[in-house]
């Protein structure tokens, strides 16, 4: 979930309705656009695709700004260590693979 605490500049596409994912209590409608800039890590990324969810249906965490999906999680080494609160981030092979093209 990106939210204000990380450095984002947001850029909506469309502001047609569409189809963002389907969860537990069913779909989830909003827009989708880009993310000019997320700073994650250490790292950033640029032009990063995501979808925007109305307030009244996406996440609870007050502040959320937008879903990032797994084409851009794809390009890290993740490691979360709840026992310790730490978070581990190391760029993967496909960090630098363009956005929406399989490697």
Do not use: C
């Not at 947001?10 to 989830?28: A, F, M």
């Not at 890290?76 to 310790?84: E, Q």
């Amino acid at each position: 979930m990106a939210s204000h605490g990380h450095a984002l500049d947001v850029h909506r596409q469309r502001q047609q309705e569409l189809l963002l994912g389907t969860g537990l209590s069913g779909g989830v409608r909003g827009s989708d656009g880009h993310i000019r800039l997320l700073a994650f890590g250490g790292f950033k990324l640029y032009d990063v695709p995501a979808g925007f969810a109305p307030a009244e249906v996406r996440s609870k965490q007050e502040g959320a700004d937008g879903i990032i999906g797994n084409d851009a999680l794809r390009r890290f080494n993740l490691i979360f260590d709840y026992s310790r609160g730490l978070r581990y981030v190391r760029p993967s092979t496909a960090f630098a693979a363009p956005f929406g093209k399989p490697e």
